[in-house]
């Protein structure tokens, strides 16, 4: 006979029939998560209340099932049986329905083997729905105990069902357990799983051995959110740990979010050595700053560079010493920053110099001193000096002065031509000592070359306008003077008088006496005439024995005063050489005014010449006027 069974539903674990007696035991099973476990207590069960001589389990598939427990109500009276049947048991196919079976009328050799053992009956429960498939097999002497199983039937099959399924739930769970764990293991980062209070749950090798801890330490984090749009249900958070290990500081990169097992809340961390990273990272740093500072260096020596360039020019254009003064003057302060400065040049003898600019307020030094108070000029290279323990102060240097102090020596083949005096305040912004001390060191050098430069060319000018033997300007020189000179006359409505002059038998001087004797006499008249000439006159040497003065502004009747003076001195005026006593000298001179007795330059001199030689011819040492213009 058989027994359908209804479709297993958990409302029988949930609220068993009243009065079963599988009611405790589907409350006792519901802590029970092995399957093996609840279905040895459900067999149990069967044999102690229901009278049932034997119970087995068959748990397999569809394709084959296989014994897993057994279980009887007096081993020692069914341990025959029990050996029997287990030995001689064969596999047939799964039931589908709850069935009764009576040995005798079975084709089954099992059963009828069973029945030769004292157990006839047999109750076959399939659990379906399941996996994997389970066959309760019960066997008893009696019938009446398999029928009241089989009356049992719903909540004995719901009750394996929900067994099953939660013991199915618990090994899929202990394999996931299992396969997170071995994921830990194997993963080549540190991982932790922290309690919501930060309690080590789980630590993989790799953190266990970074961080030093074990499941059950305590653990801070320094986490914060990643991102603010990140839901709030999951937020993701991010930090950064210094970890000291082995002795080395090491870099720890933490990204954590929160996860829900369903019995708790968690935190999963993941770190990453970012040690070597964050080395990179600073050493890119340090090198983009280096960049930066050298870029920032090179914008500053190509703005020196171009401000140097700027200065050179200049300097290069300047023609008197007066304008090299003001170039450093208005240059100095941008050549060196912070810092004030005076230009001095030598006086007197050369043994001295005197300050002939500054700029920013210089008071830290004397403004007239020795060569000998300087040690530039004693060393011959800049000198810096510093009362906070730099070299020594020069003399000429202020006591009260502080901070430091530069001289820069300006040296022409060893001759002194000038100093730079440079003082930097205290605090002041100062570029590195050694650029400082190439810049002075450079600066001094063009400074030097000009001076050098505006010295020989002005050597060069007066040797093109100077009479080499009596220092009076030559006969192009005074060609030049007249020249404009008489376009001043013209412009201002003034005049212009000329004075011809020549030494009285000049021959005699060097046929008697020699021509040291000739030229002596020639430089005490061109002494004569430089001593009695005004800043704005010109006395020159004409060629030979003739001298020639240029009278700017002076009229026609107050030139031949001069003239008249000119030749009375020269003639009371004691010539000698070697210690003998030339004589007296005479000249003869004549006077040419402008617009008088000529209307251009050449003229004048042409008229004053003939003057000349009317004196010479009325008997020379006289001053004659030359011939006044006829109408036109």
Request: hydrophobic fraction near 40%.
């Amino acid at each position: 006979m058989s027994f359908e069974t209804p479709p297993p539903s958990y409302a029988v674990l949930a609220s068993p029939a009243g009065g079963s007696p599988w009611s405790a035991l589907a409350v006792r099973l519901a802590s029970v998560e092995a399957l093996d476990e609840g279905l040895l207590a459900i067999a149990e069960a069967l044999v102690s209340r229901a009278a049932i001589d034997v119970a087995h389990w068959f748990v397999g598939s569809a394709q084959g099932l296989r014994s897993r427990l057994w279980c009887s109500r007096d081993a020692s009276e069914t341990t025959e049986v029990l050996r029997r049947l287990r030995s001689e048991y064969a596999v047939r196919t799964t039931p589908s329905l709850a069935m009764l079976e009576h040995g005798p009328e079975s084709d089954d050799p099992t059963m009828r083997l069973a029945a030769t053992l004292g157990v006839p009956y047999r109750l076959l429960l399939p659990i379906e729905g399941v996996t994997p498939e389970i066959v309760f097999e019960l066997w008893a002497k009696e019938r009446d105990p398999l029928e009241s199983v089989a009356l049992e039937a719903p909540a004995i099959v719901a009750i394996v069902q929900a067994l099953a399924r939660r013991s199915e739930r618990s090994v899929a769970l202990a394999a996931e357990a299992t396969r997170f764990r071995r994921l830990m293991a194997e993963a080549p980062v540190p991982i932790l799983l922290l309690s919501a209070e930060g309690t080590v749950i789980e630590a993989n090798q790799s953190a266990s051995d970074l961080f030093e801890v074990s499941p059950g330490a305590a653990l801070a984090l320094p986490l914060l959110p990643e991102d603010d749009r990140a839901p709030a249900s999951r937020p993701v958070l991010r930090g950064e740990l210094g970890i000291e290990s082995e002795g080395i500081e090491r870099r720890v990169e933490l990204l954590a979010w929160s996860v829900d097992d369903g019995l708790r809340r968690m935190q999963v961390a993941i770190g990453r050595d970012i040690t070597e990273q964050v080395a990179a990272s600073r050493e890119l740093r340090r090198a983009i700053d280096e960049q930066a500072r050298y870029a920032q260096e090179l914008s500053r020596r190509y703005s020196e560079i171009a401000l140097l360039s700027q200065w050179a020019e200049t300097l290069e254009t300047c023609v008197h010493r007066h304008e090299v003064h003001d170039v450093m003057s208005r240059f100095g302060p941008m050549l060196f920053g912070g810092s004030c400065g005076s230009f001095f040049q030598p006086f007197g003898k050369g043994s001295s110099v005197e300050q002939v600019s500054t700029w920013g307020g210089c008071e830290s030094t004397l403004r007239a001193f020795s060569l000998e108070d300087c040690w530039a000029f004693r060393r011959g290279v800049v000198h810096e000096g510093d009362t906070e323990g730099g070299g020594p102060r020069c003399p000429h240097v202020s006591p009260h002065a502080r901070g430091t102090t530069l001289c820069i020596p300006l040296l022409a083949q060893g001759q002194p031509l000038g100093l730079l005096h440079l003082a930097f305040a205290q605090g002041a912004p100062t570029f590195d000592r050694g650029l400082r001390h190439e810049l002075a060191k450079t600066v001094g050098e063009h400074v030097a070359l000009a001076l050098a430069n505006l010295r020989l060319r002005e050597e060069l000018r007066q040797q093109s306008i100077r009479d080499p033997l009596t220092s009076l300007h030559n006969r192009r020189s005074m060609e030049e003077t007249l020249e404009r000179e008489v376009h001043r006359a013209r412009r201002h409505e003034g005049t212009v008088t000329v004075i011809l002059l020549d030494v009285d038998h000049f021959k005699r001087f060097n046929d008697e006496h020699g021509h040291d004797a000739g030229d002596a006499v020639l430089v005490s008249v061109a002494d004569f005439l430089q001593k009695r000439t005004r800043g704005e006159d010109l006395a020159c040497r004409y060629g030979g024995e003739e001298f020639l003065l240029v009278l700017a502004g002076a009229p026609f009747e107050a030139a031949m005063k001069r003239a008249e003076a000119i030749r009375e001195g020269i003639a009371s005026m004691p010539v000698s050489v070697a210690g003998r006593n030339l004589g007296g000298v005479t000249v003869s001179i004549g006077v040419a005014t402008l617009a008088l007795h000529a209307h251009e330059p050449a003229e004048l001199i042409t008229a004053a010449d003939a003057a000349l030689y009317e004196a010479k011819r009325g008997g020379r040492n006289r001053v004659v006027a030359a011939r006044p213009l006829q109408g036109p």
